[in-house]
């Protein structure tokens, strides 16, 4: 029950980072590049003073450090670029899906175990997803931005598959953000075609929540108890994020709530019941 707890504390978290990026950048308080390059200091600078309180000293180094930033990079640029046009729980339906396939492709190439309950609670999870996104049967979606976000979802996905590796969870997280912030900060410098900075005050506190808060404190968590799930459950587990997301996006942005997403929900929370719950007396 414990770790249920955690996860689902966890993947609060994540979906509130979609309703803040989405809150920021819907009302033009920021642009997309320095949300994503805030949010990255302000969760280097979070991790930083909680490994010198917790640890007494910072280790940057670490098994698939490499990869751990590379994701970091992808996942959070590629989240605030898709967010200047999609709203949050949609943008979190594309980022999740694409998450669980790229999970789900590691854990086979892991050779997980794959009971059969797993890929049928999968199949109706990722079923309830791609049914809202039906052309012509859900709402319509930029192909750029889709794109966007679908990266950003292979981007996730991989930075997950790596943290599974760490070990000590909050050391890895800090040192994820402490290397990728910088290179961020620069990419946003050398990247033609990016805007100018744009921020006000607003923009810039919904970042700095979104990147000490949701996104430092929630990523250590999320490293934390990583090794405790198989890759296959960890991606299921992290298909009740849109659902979490649509509805903060109905609450605090004004989204639409309709019947096909209130069905959608059920088949995704379903399908994640079916996978990560254990059978009775097994």
């Given at each position: 029950m414990r770790l249920f707890?955690?996860?689902?504390?966890?993947?609060?978290?994540?979906?509130?980072?979609?309703?803040?990026?989405?809150?920021?950048?819907?009302?033009?308080?920021?642009?997309?590049?320095?949300?994503?390059?805030?949010?990255?200091?302000?969760?280097?600078?979070?991790?930083?003073?909680?490994?010198?309180?917790?640890?007494?000293?910072?280790?940057?180094?670490?098994?698939?450090?490499?990869?751990?930033?590379?994701?970091?990079?992808?996942?959070?640029?590629?989240?605030?670029?898709?967010?200047?046009?999609?709203?949050?729980g949609l943008g979190a339906l594309i980022l999740f899906g694409v998450v669980q396939i790229t999970m789900f492709a590691g854990g086979i190439l892991a050779r997980e175990a794959m009971p059969a309950r797993r890929w049928i609670g999968a199949g109706l999870a990722f079923a309830g997803l791609a049914w809202l996104l039906w052309p012509g049967g859900g709402p319509q979606v930029s192909p750029v931005h889709g794109l966007l976000m679908a990266a950003a979802g292979v981007g996730w996905g991989l930075y997950s598959l790596a943290g599974r590796k760490s070990g000590d969870a909050l050391q890895a997280t800090a040192a994820n953000f402490i290397l990728a912030a910088p290179a961020g900060v620069v990419l946003g410098l050398v990247v033609p075609g990016v805007p100018a900075v744009q921020a006000d005050m607003q923009g810039i506190a919904v970042a700095v929540i979104s990147g000490a808060v949701t996104s430092g404190?929630?990523?250590?968590?999320?490293?934390?108890?990583?090794?405790?799930?198989?890759?296959?459950?960890?991606?299921?587990?992290?298909?009740?994020?849109?659902?979490?997301?649509m509805a903060g996006g109905i609450v605090f942005l004004g989204e639409a709530l309709t019947a096909q997403f209130a069905l959608a929900a059920a088949l995704v929370l379903g399908g994640v019941g079916i996978s990560v719950l254990p059978r009775r007396g097994s």
């Open positions: 707890l955690l996860v689902a504390l966890t993947m609060t978290a994540f979906a509130a980072n979609s309703v803040l990026n989405r809150l920021a950048l819907a009302g033009g308080a920021i642009d997309a590049m320095s949300f994503g390059s805030i949010r990255l200091l302000a969760g280097a600078g979070m991790l930083a003073i909680l490994c010198v309180g917790l640890r007494g000293k910072l280790r940057l180094g670490g098994p698939a450090r490499l990869t751990g930033v590379l994701s970091l990079l992808l996942y959070i640029y590629g989240f605030s670029a898709a967010y200047d046009v999609l709203d949050a404190m929630g990523y250590a968590l999320w490293y934390a108890i990583l090794p405790r799930l198989a890759s296959s459950v960890a991606a299921v587990a992290q298909l009740t994020v849109p659902v979490i997301a």
